[in-house]
């Protein structure tokens, strides 16, 4: 038995193309010259698929696009290329980047969100190459380490700013006698490979802040500038 599978959007599409055309005059100069109709009966402009505005079928193709499975919240630049080889509409580009704007996941990663995931990413990458096998069994190992690594900005550790207090390490979580249980081997293997992540952390943290200070100029002041003294205590 032969299956043929079809999308239902190029019909929607085509729907919408006949009820804008029969409420539309003409349309604007020069454009029409660019529009061409295929042996379906569906517009096309420069080998791209017309998107009326009827029928809501722009607001179909960015569900589609940004909610599907197969797409996971891409960046709005990266979709506009995905969709400006097989569709076109007026104001294309601004109309992804508006829909990208008030995506819930799009408004949860800021800056700082994609620093730490690059961060994090480089620190598996170094993993994979330093300890191999595969990246998520490196995955708790590495986020224990982030956590536990002092962050410049909020002049402690994540752990520490959660909780109140200073982490635990793994040698000194159980009480004495109870290390024989787990083993001195296994401590020792999971503290070296502890203190490896740090030092691959600490050498991607300075790497990434390399990049973010490379233009930055040091501040040049003059007498009787005005200046915010900040003490510590």
Not at 204 to 214: F, G, P
């Amino acid at each position: 038995m032969n299956m043929t599978l079809r999308s239902s959007i190029k019909d929607m599409i085509l729907t919408s193309q006949i009820e804008a055309v029969n409420e539309t005059v003409g349309l604007q100069k020069g454009l029409d010259e660019m529009i061409e109709q295929r042996s379906d009966g569906t517009l096309y402009y420069l080998d791209r698929i017309c998107v009326p505005l009827k029928g809501d079928v722009r607001t179909l193709i960015m569900d589609e696009a940004y909610n599907s499975k197969y797409s996971i919240h891409p960046r709005d630049d990266k979709k506009y290329y995905d969709l400006r080889d097989r569709y076109w509409w007026p104001g294309m580009k601004k109309y992804i980047a508006e829909y990208a704007s008030k995506c819930l996941i799009s408004l949860k990663i800021d800056g700082q969100s994609e620093r730490t995931i690059q961060t994090l990413k480089d620190m598996l990458r170094a993993c994979v190459l330093d300890f191999k096998g595969r990246w998520d069994f490196h995955l708790p190992l590495v986020m224990f380490s982030y956590n536990i690594s002092y962050h410049s900005k909020m002049r402690c550790a994540s752990f520490e700013a959660l909780y109140g207090r200073n982490y635990r390490s793994i040698i000194m979580w159980v009480e004495v006698g109870e290390g024989q249980l787990i083993g001195p081997e296994l401590v020792r293997e999971t503290t070296e490979k502890i203190s490896q992540i740090k030092y691959k952390h600490k050498v991607v943290r300075d790497c990434q802040k390399s990049y973010a200070y490379k233009r930055r100029k040091p501040p040049e002041f003059i007498i009787c500038d005005y200046v915010l003294l900040k003490v510590f205590p």
